[in-house]
Nanobody
Framework: QGQLVESGGGLVQAGESLRLSCAAR???????????ISWYRQAPGKQRELVAQ???????TYADSVLGRFTMSKDNRKRMVYLQMNNLQPEDTAVYLC?????WGQGTQVFVSS
């Protein structure tokens, strides 16, 4: 049974950085490397928001709200996905989730204080 496991969240002050990781465990390489992989976030009382998405070829699209501050990358060999988040702001506070085909991770909490 495959699963996605996120890590790297925490409590930071505005302007600081975090790097989130998502490990694809038990998911075969062709599924990992051949599909889009996404980072979503969900803040309390708000709809789940697509933050960034990486295509099989490596191209990445970002939400306007994070463009220029966040960078998404992946390592097919390690079956890992990353989200480097710089200049974090209080509005970035949310649970961040990794998504691949029908798989969702449990999420990792990011809290940014002002």
């Amino acid at each position: 049974q495959g699963q996605l496991v996120e890590s790297g969240g925490g409590l930071v002050q505005a302007g600081e950085s975090l790097r989130l990781s998502c490990a694809a465990r038990g998911i075969i390489l062709s599924v990992f490397s051949g599909n889009h992989i996404s980072w979503y976030r969900q803040a309390p009382g708000k709809q789940r928001e697509l933050v960034a998405q990486i295509a099989p070829g490596g191209g990445v699209t970002y939400a306007d709200s994070v463009l220029g501050r966040f960078t998404m990358s992946k390592d097919n060999r390690k079956r890992m996905v990353y989200l480097q988040m710089n200049n974090l702001q209080p509005e970035d506070t949310a649970v961040y989730l990794c998504h691949l085909t029908s798989y969702w991770g449990q999420g990792t909490q990011v809290f940014v204080s002002s």
